[in-house]
């Protein structure tokens, strides 16, 4: 099944460079605390990007890693920023001012000319993956100074920075994985190892996230360096959690991680007090409130704060869940959810806000070290509440019609051939070659040059997505990411709502007509493209709950079965076969 997706962007590497110049500079202006770490932390996200992207750019001109004097000056720089980050936590955040003078004027003398392109480092800005837990595990490895510490780009470079200032070593050198996902290899110089290869108390770690399904970056790299005379013992690795790579694993692969020694530190280790303010004293400077009351609710453990029996809670998809917490204190409650750090958490709040003040979506109180905080609202959902369909048509039409107008982007998303592949391949896989060929003449027959002005979608259309109030109005949940998910899709035309709320609803013909009728009030739309995204749309979530229902347990594997027979049934419908 298709789902997964990379959407790279492409930047000017001058401009990236003065934004982070810029929020370097205003970081002097904030006092010490919470708010003051956090910058911090996002100006070390942008700058990893920043140098990530140089670093690649050079790689794509080359063909090999070779350790030039700009990638050099880009893990100084880096590491200075770490040991930033590292004195603001061991401090308890009470350190105040501003970044030292010598590493802005480094950043200054930075090349930045051309563009660079940067793909989302998705534990940064997805998986609440804190840079500060490099630091912690670093501190508890047992290694010191005496270690070559390599980054695997993109995420990698930046955290292998942390490690690196963690234990006083020297800046990281990195690497960037090619070919195969499943079976990356590594192009890089001897001359990278020169001056660590023949000293024997050297030890090597190696720095990234994951392992993912395949663990393959970072076996490339542990092969690269036992190909160079590295014995494997003196390797260690940092990855960011403490299971091993998955299901498409090979073998040799498992192996090779489980003969080195990982290095692994929790969130709640590094936050829990000892050493810095953890979440519940963020939110109660956030919330005014001294005493607040903090439960996780990842995973699907949300629905457990739900007015309603286990039997009819909502289907949910866990490993693909932002971490989340629910706070109360004062006799009120509040959804805690990652939102990303630097940039990323101020644009989910930007949006956040918004959407409350249009009347759709619940109110934000503002962001704790990535994490946005909202007002809990207990009432029904629309999946139990029900709402008479002239009233919902009309309220998402209003909806549909707002983001439309107001959330345009730039930003990419799939490509039309991309999301008919992806259908198509979907289709055949869950109802065999007959239909997927009978979906691909369905494209052949509807050809579109393009996709539409791009948004940002809200991408969850389903009926439990939606909150019923009393006053019998709706209020969408949910609603501020999904369209920078780590998913195919990204940001499309508002048609792609459409095309959900047609699936999601069961709208007929004459309910869409007048659902785009109210969405025409505010943009025009391109009635075709909605029939075109829709078996998209429906062989994605037929893929994404597929895979949902292999990862969960058994009343969610229910859950998402019947859920995919709806796709199913929806996609033979559509192909009269």
Same mark, same amino acid.
């Not at 229902?549 to 347990?553: Q, T, V």
């Given at each position: 099944?298709?789902v997964?997706?990379?959407?790279?962007?492409?930047h000017?590497a001058?401009?990236?460079r003065?934004?982070v110049l810029a929020?370097a500079?205003?970081?002097?202006d904030l006092?010490?605390?919470i708010?003051?770490?956090?910058?911090?932390v996002?100006?070390?996200?942008?700058?990893?990007?920043?140098f990530?992207g140089?670093a690649?750019g050079?790689?794509?001109?080359?063909?090999i890693d070779s350790?030039?004097?700009?990638?050099?000056?880009g893990s100084?720089?880096?590491v200075?920023?770490s040991?930033e980050?590292l004195?603001s936590?061991q401090?308890g955040?009470a350190?105040s001012g501003?970044?030292?003078?010598?590493?802005l004027?480094?950043?200054?003398a930075?090349?930045c000319?051309g563009?660079?392109?940067?793909?989302?480092?998705e534990?940064?800005?997805?998986?609440?993956?804190?840079?500060?837990?490099?630091l912690l595990a670093a501190l508890q490895?047992?290694?010191d100074?005496?270690?070559?510490?390599?980054?695997i780009?993109?995420?990698?470079l930046?955290l292998?920075a942390?490690v690196?200032?963690a234990?006083h070593a020297?800046?990281?050198?990195?690497?960037?994985?090619i070919?195969?996902?499943?079976s990356?290899?590594i192009?890089?110089?001897?001359e990278l190892?020169?001056?660590w290869?023949?000293?024997p108390?050297?030890?090597?770690?190696?720095v990234?996230e994951g392992?993912?399904l395949?663990?393959?970056s970072?076996?490339?790299?542990?092969?690269?360096?036992?190909r160079?005379?590295?014995?494997?013992?003196?390797i260690?690795?940092?990855p960011?959690h403490?299971g091993?790579?998955?299901a498409q694993?090979?073998?040799?692969?498992v192996?090779a991680?489980s003969?080195?020694?990982s290095?692994?530190?929790?969130?709640e280790d590094?936050?829990d007090?000892?050493?810095?303010?953890?979440?519940r004293?963020w /939110? $109660?400077c956030? &919330?005014?409130?001294?005493?607040v009351? @903090?439960?996780?609710i990842?995973? +699907? %453990?949300?629905r457990?704060? *739900?007015?309603?029996?286990?039997?009819?809670?909502?289907?949910?998809?866990?490993?693909?869940?932002?971490r989340k917490?629910?706070a109360?204190a004062?006799?009120?409650r509040w959804?805690?959810?990652f939102?990303?750090?630097?940039?990323s958490g101020?644009?989910k709040?930007?949006t956040?806000?918004?959407?409350?003040?249009?009347?759709?979506?619940a109110?934000?109180?503002?962001l704790?070290?990535?994490f946005?905080?909202?007002?809990w609202?207990?009432?029904?959902?629309?999946?139990r509440?029900g709402?008479?369909?002239?009233?919902?048509?009309?309220w /998402? $039409?209003?909806? &549909?019609g707002?983001r439309?107008?107001r @959330?345009q982007?730039?930003e990419? +998303? %799939?490509?039309?051939?991309? *999301?008919?592949r992806?259908a198509?391949?979907?289709?055949e896989?869950?109802l065999?070659?007959?239909?997927a060929?009978?979906?691909?003449?369905?494209?052949?027959?509807?050809?579109?040059?393009?996709?539409?002005r791009?948004?940002e979608v809200?991408?969850?259309m389903?009926?439990?997505?939606?909150l019923v109030?009393?006053?019998?109005t709706?209020?969408k949940?949910d609603?501020?990411?999904?369209?920078?998910s780590?998913?195919?899709?990204g940001?499309?035309?508002?048609e792609?709502?459409?095309?959900?709320a047609?699936?999601?609803?069961d709208?007929?013909?004459?309910?869409?007509s007048t659902?785009v009728?109210c969405?025409e009030?505010a943009?025009?739309?391109?009635?075709?493209?909605?029939?075109?995204?829709e078996p998209c749309?429906?062989a994605f979530q037929l893929?994404?709950?597929?895979?949902a229902?292999?990862?969960?347990?058994d009343?969610?594997?229910a859950?998402?079965?019947?859920i995919?027979e709806?796709y199913?049934?929806g996609?033979?419908?559509?192909?009269?076969c």
């Open positions: 099944m298709i997964f997706g990379d959407h790279k962007r492409t000017s001058e401009q990236l003065e934004a929020a500079g205003a970081i002097g006092p010490a605390g708010e003051r770490h956090a910058a911090l996002g100006l070390f996200v942008a700058a990893s990007e920043l990530q140089l690649d050079e790689f794509d001109i080359k063909g350790g030039s004097s700009m990638q050099k000056l100084e720089i880096l200075e920023l040991q980050v004195r936590w401090q955040f350190r501003s970044p030292a003078a010598s590493l004027a480094k950043l200054g930075t090349d000319a563009t660079i392109t940067t793909g989302p480092a534990g940064y800005a997805l998986y609440a993956l804190y840079p500060e837990t490099y490895s047992g290694l100074a005496n270690t070559c510490v390599i980054g780009r993109s995420i990698g930046g292998a942390m690196a200032a234990l020297p800046p990281p050198i990195s690497v960037r994985p070919g195969h996902p499943f990356r290899h192009s890089a110089a001897p190892l020169d001056s290869r023949d000293r108390e050297v030890k090597f770690a190696i990234d392992p993912g395949s663990g393959s970072f076996h490339a790299v542990i092969a690269w360096l036992c160079h005379g590295i014995d494997q013992e003196r260690h690795l940092f960011s403490h091993g790579p998955g694993a090979a073998a040799e692969t192996a991680l003969q080195c020694q290095h692994v530190a929790d969130f590094v936050f007090g000892a050493i810095a303010p953890g979440p004293d /939110l $109660g956030l &919330l005014g409130e001294a005493d009351e @903090l439960h996780e990842s995973g +699907g %453990a949300w457990q704060c *739900l007015s309603v029996p286990t039997g009819a809670w909502p289907p949910a998809f866990p490993a693909f869940e932002r917490f629910m109360s004062g006799g009120e959804l805690i959810k939102a990303g750090f630097g940039e101020d644009r709040l930007r956040a806000k918004a959407l409350h003040e249009a009347g759709f979506g109110q934000p109180i503002g704790c070290h990535g946005l905080v909202e007002r609202i207990d009432t029904d959902r629309l999946d509440g709402l008479a369909r002239d009233l919902l048509i009309e /998402l $039409g209003r909806y &549909l707002w439309a107008a @959330l982007t730039a990419p +998303g %799939a490509s039309l051939n991309q *999301l008919a992806m198509v391949q979907n289709c896989e869950a065999g070659e007959r239909f060929r009978a979906l691909q003449s369905w494209f052949v027959c509807r050809p579109l040059l393009h996709s539409g791009r948004v809200d991408g969850r389903h009926a439990w997505e939606f109030r009393p006053d019998g709706l209020l949940t609603a501020v990411d999904h369209c920078r780590h998913d195919l899709i940001c499309q035309g508002i792609w709502d459409i095309a959900g047609r699936a999601e609803h709208l007929s013909a004459a309910e869409v659902l009728g969405i009030q943009t025009s739309i391109d009635r075709a493209l909605v029939d075109y995204f749309y429906l893929g994404l709950w597929r895979i229902g292999h990862l969960a347990d009343q969610d594997r859950r998402a079965t019947r995919v709806r199913k049934a996609l033979v419908r559509l192909l009269g």
